[in-house]
């Protein structure tokens, strides 16, 4: 089986983190999105991964390489519009030829992976298999609606009046029907060809689909929230650690990595947080949830709940919580407001 990784689209849920970096790159627990997501895609004994990418394929690229860090061999497929989920399915033709695949969504977060999910298909082999979730309120979801074996009768894209609760995950398993399918469909009101309508093809020809009901932890990051709450998540199972310094007159309270390189003096680290490779944090307070990446500098300064990109800095802030600080920003404070604040950003100054 191989694995396409769909890695492309313009995140503008994400802004302003999403004009200078691709959002499957957003670090949580300081690794980035995709690859959590191609470490699950490994677990399933995948070795070939297509990932496509769009204008931010060098970024990508750049950090995951040819996969080998990763104990795979990583194919990139460019997409240069942003067509629709089975487009990359036809764009990925060559590379997936006849084989069964995993197509995962790069922004997904599955920490507890799908294996027992890719064991099922493998030993059915359905022409699709699909993996769900309840959710509280299926109109924002496409979704799948079954019969009593747990075949596939019918998907709906974010319905009004919903027939079921079951969410599409962005995660899916097919055979090479998959590829009949999506050259027989055409492209939907908004210019897309949907994975959805390949899928339901196969349904209305009588091909086997079928859904699997996933009960782990699963978050689409998409957004600002999201990647602070999965964030938050992830630090849950953190493997504490000291590989940098602390200093005599530090305190480290619960789960807390100390990367190498990172440097903690006269501050309280309470976990589960993480401090990067390289960081300094000084006569500060670090509450938890919090994961510091790379060189980053911190001093006199109250943080929690929040993710901090390489190469940040913030000093002597008295309280931040909840906040993602991007890569190289500079926090501070002054006798008065003032913001140097670029397009959709969300800033939250206290009364």
């Not at 709450?229 to 480290?252: A, F, K, T, W």
Request: aromatic share 4%; proline share 5%; glycine share 10%.
């Amino acid at each position: 089986m191989k694995a396409l990784v769909l890695s492309g689209g313009s995140g503008t849920r994400l802004r302003p983190f999403s004009y200078s970096m691709p959002k499957q790159l957003i670090p949580i627990a300081n690794k980035p999105v995709l690859e959590h997501v191609l470490d699950n895609v490994r677990a399933l004994g995948v070795t070939e991964a297509g990932i496509v990418v769009g204008d931010r394929g060098r970024q990508i690229a750049e950090v995951i390489g040819d996969g080998s860090r990763l104990g795979l061999r990583v194919t990139y497929i460019p997409q240069a519009e942003p067509l629709g989920l089975a487009h990359c399915v036809t764009l990925a033709r060559t590379f997936l030829g006849d084989e069964d695949f995993v197509m995962y969504l790069g922004d997904n977060m599955l920490p507890e992976g799908v294996a027992d999910i890719a064991q099922d298909f493998t030993a059915g082999r359905p022409a699709a298999q699909l993996v769900v979730q309840k959710v509280a309120d299926p109109r924002a979801f496409g979704v799948a609606e079954l019969d009593a074996a747990g075949q596939v009768e019918r998907l709906v894209e974010k319905p009004q009046q919903p027939r079921s609760d079951l969410a599409l995950l962005g995660v899916y398993f097919f055979t090479s029907a998959i590829h009949r399918a999506v050259a027989s469909i055409r492209p939907s009101a908004r210019g897309e060809l949907e994975i959805t309508d390949a899928i339901q093809w196969l349904v209305a020809q009588g091909a086997e689909v079928r859904a699997s009901e996933y009960s782990g932890y699963w978050r689409d990051t998409g957004r600002a929230e999201d990647v602070l709450e999965c964030n938050r998540r992830l630090l849950e199972s953190l493997r504490p650690g000291i590989v940098g310094e602390v200093d005599s007159r530090s305190e480290l309270d619960g789960q807390v990595l100390i990367e190498a390189g990172a440097r903690v003096v006269r501050s309280r680290v309470e976990g589960p947080a993480i401090v990067g490779v390289g960081s300094v944090v000084e006569d500060s307070h670090i509450g938890p949830g919090t994961s510091i990446g790379r060189d980053c500098v911190l001093r006199d300064t109250r943080l929690a709940d929040s993710i901090v990109l390489d190469g940040a800095s913030i000093v002597n802030v008295p309280g931040l919580y909840g906040s993602l600080i991007g890569r190289n920003a500079s926090v501070g404070t002054s006798a008065r407001h003032r913001l140097v604040v670029g397009d959709h950003t969300r800033i939250e100054v206290a009364a």
